[in-house]
């Protein structure tokens, strides 16, 4: 349920319809926009009926949602949200670039990553320090070793740092060094790890699973919401659906049909989406004219000896490249970098 003020409502107006949701043992959830305000109600309405709210001064009109997701709706919210990463903004009217390996390997290839994807313009280094990986034979990251040598790239360049935490004891250890957390499509419904995510109050990326659906992903968001942090970005990444030809198949749709569901920014993975480094920079030109907030792009120095996912990194001057190329489509769709 929410309830939509009038214009002119004044505060007393609007704190006298919270204290009667909350005596009544529900919470009550403000949005203050430019011109309206408007309430949400998070619990069991039916503990309302005799309130007559709609007939406080004040009152505009009262609204069911039907929608399981609350917070994270934008119903409840209206206006889009930006969300603020140290020095980055991430949402309407910015343009974000997160950019580095899969996986941290060693401290001097992560240093050199990160001054050239700084040099290209972008905001984030990302990389892996944690990696959940199909094989158990495979590398499975630096883990905190990892961890450090992102921190000492975050010194020495200015970029902001994100890394996936696969688990309790990855995200209790990551937010003692990163800027945002990336919770990955595998961990997607690991609703007690999304729930942590919430109480650690650093930014989460929340990317979407390999088979969910829209509501499915925007209910794991509410997860985190619920735990008191709205510090959130979606993730697109490509979905699996019967199609070989790439190693996902890009939901582009997904961008506009989050943007008519929730106020949350939502940007687009374009390595992890096709898994071929030729189609990332069409990928990424056509995530920025359906409108997302910014992409997330795998960046190598040497691909061809990654020791994970090579075949969808970037070279250096294949990204620098990219970034030039990128910058007529942010200009034509009102974004800046943030």
Not at 25 to 36: D, E, I, M, P, T
Not at 90 to 102: N, S
């Amino acid at each position: 349920m929410i309830i939509i003020m009038k214009p002119n409502a004044s505060e007393e107006a609007i704190t006298r319809v919270k204290q009667i949701i909350e005596t009544n043992g529900l919470q009550a959830h403000l949005s203050k926009g430019a011109v309206v305000t408007i309430v949400g109600v998070i619990g069991d309405k039916s503990k309302l009926q005799g309130a007559n709210l709609e007939l406080i001064d004040g009152v505009d009109k009262i609204m069911n949602v039907t929608e399981s997701y609350k917070l994270v709706n934008k119903k409840f919210h209206p206006d889009d949200s930006v969300i603020t990463v140290g020095t980055a903004k991430i949402g309407a009217g910015h343009f974000t670039m997160m950019a580095g390996p899969c996986a941290v390997e060693n401290r001097d290839m992560l240093l050199e990553t990160a001054v050239a994807v700084k040099k290209a313009g972008a905001q984030f280094l990302r990389g892996g320090a944690y990696k959940p990986r199909t094989s158990p034979y495979a590398f499975q990251g630096l883990e905190e070793e990892g961890l450090r040598y992102m921190k000492e790239a975050r010194e020495a360049t200015g970029l902001n740092i994100i890394c996936e935490a696969t688990s309790l004891r990855a995200l209790e250890t990551a937010v003692k060094y990163v800027d945002m957390i990336q919770i990955g499509a595998r961990n997607m419904q690991n609703f007690e790890l999304l729930k942590e995510a919430g109480k650690a109050g650093v930014p989460v990326l929340l990317k979407r699973g390999l088979c969910a659906t829209i509501d499915e992903w925007l209910n794991a968001a509410e997860y985190i919401a619920s735990e008191g942090n709205p510090n959130i970005v979606l993730c697109e990444r490509g979905i699996r659906t019967y199609e070989t030809a790439t190693r996902n198949t890009l939901d582009i749709s997904a961008v506009p049909v989050i943007r008519s569901k929730s106020h949350l920014p939502v940007i687009i993975d374009p390595s992890h989406a096709t898994g071929v480094r030729e189609y990332i920079e069409p990928i990424s030109k056509a995530a920025l004219a359906v409108g997302a907030d910014g992409l997330i792009v795998e960046v190598h120095p040497c691909p061809s000896c990654a020791l994970s996912d090579g075949p969808q990194s970037l070279t250096f001057d294949q990204f620098h490249h990219m970034m030039k190329e990128l910058e007529p489509y942010a200009k034509l769709s009102g974004r800046i970098s943030s």
